[in-house]
Every structure is written in structure tokens, then in C-alpha cells.
């Protein structure tokens, strides 16, 4: 039981320390992380359609060659091609998509928050209020879309970052008991 223990307490040091370079690392250079995920995305694309054409050209008949391979394949080297030439604007895109579905979900809960107003108690008055502010960051992200979604990978490393700095301390803390 024991040397379970401290292949748990060596872990938790382990993944504090990764939590507070990960964070750090967000923190600093989300602009950076958010072009790398849609270069790893372009990449994936890259593969698919070679893989795609590579299939294509092996077969040995002509008669078992499949336009839809071909298809695919060349499908998804221009998806790649165009995400590695305007990474931004795919970013944007996607932060854009994210937008519109927060603007329309908290408008969808404000109307059914209203809704509940006929019934007793006065939970509808926080609903709209927390409808309102959903809808409100939507729009915001909609006329800003990649600020926030540097601003959204920036917490995420704060979060990261002060998670690894408590694993570190409750780590530390078990070591000084013992």
C-alpha cells in the first residue's frame, strides 16, 4: 500500500510540474497555440488525403480503382492546403461558429427564462440574467473571434497553471508530514 502511495505522490509532482509548464506556456503565447492546433488539424488533413491517394494508386487494376478515393483524397490535400495558407481565418471561422451557437442558446434560455416568470419564485430573474450574459459573450466573440479565443486558451493555461502550482504544494505538504 505504501509504494502505491508514492507512485501517486510522485505523479502528482510529475503532472504539477507539466500543469504549470502547459499553463505557462498557454498563458504566454495563446496566439501561438491556437495557430499550432489548426496547423496539427491541417497536418491530419495532410495525412488523410495522402493516405487517401496513396490507396488509390497501389491498386493494381484499373478496374478496382475507386473515383471516390481519388476524390477523397485530393478532397483533403486542399482542406490542408487551405489551412495551412489562412490559419487565422480558419480560427476565426470556427470562433465565429462558437459565437453564433452561444448567441443563440442564451437567447433560446432568456425567452424560456421569461417563460418562468408565470411560475412562483424569483429563480427566472437569475436565469435571464445568466441567459443574457451567454447571449453577450457570444456576440462579443462574434465581433472578435480570434482576440477571444486567445483570451479562452489564456485561461485555460491560468487554470492549468494554478492546478499544477496546487498539486505542487499538496505534494510538498504530504512530503513535509511524512
Known amino acids: 500500500m505504501e509504494s502505491f502511495m508514492n507512485m501517486v505522490r510522485s505523479n502528482m509532482l510529475v503532472q504539477g510540474i507539466v500543469c504549470i509548464l502547459m499553463g ?12 499550432t492546433m489548426i496547423y496539427l488539424m491541417g497536418a491530419f488533413f495532410a495525412l488523410t488525403g495522402i493516405a ?11 478496374r478496382s480503382h475507386s473515383p471516390a478515393v481519388l476524390s477523397t483524397g485530393v478532397f483533403f490535400l486542399i482542406l490542408a492546403l487551405i489551412v495551412f495558407l489562412f490559419p487565422e481565418a480558419i480560427a476565426s471561422i470556427s470562433s465565429i461558429v462558437l459565437g453564433i451557437v452561444l448567441t443563440l442558446a442564451g437567447v433560446v434560455s432568456a425567452v424560456r427564462s421569461i417563460e418562468l416568470r408565470s411560475l412562483s419564485g ?15 459573450g457570444g ?18 493555461g491560468l487554470v492549468m497553471l494554478v492546478n499544477g502550482v496546487a498539486d505542487v504544494v499538496i505534494d510538498w505538504q504530504f512530503r513535509k508530514a511524512n
Open 122 to 136: 424569483s429563480t427566472w430573474i437569475v436565469m435571464l440574467a445568466i441567459s443574457a450574459l451567454v447571449a453577450i
Open 52 to 62: 487517401s491517394l496513396v490507396e488509390y494508386f497501389r491498386q493494381k487494376s484499373s
Open 24 to 35: 505557462a506556456f498557454l498563458m504566454f503565447w495563446p496566439g501561438v497555440t491556437v495557430i
Open 139 to 156: 456576440v462579443v466573440i462574434i465581433a472578435n473571434p480570434f482576440e477571444t479565443t486567445s483570451l479562452f486558451v489564456f485561461v485555460i
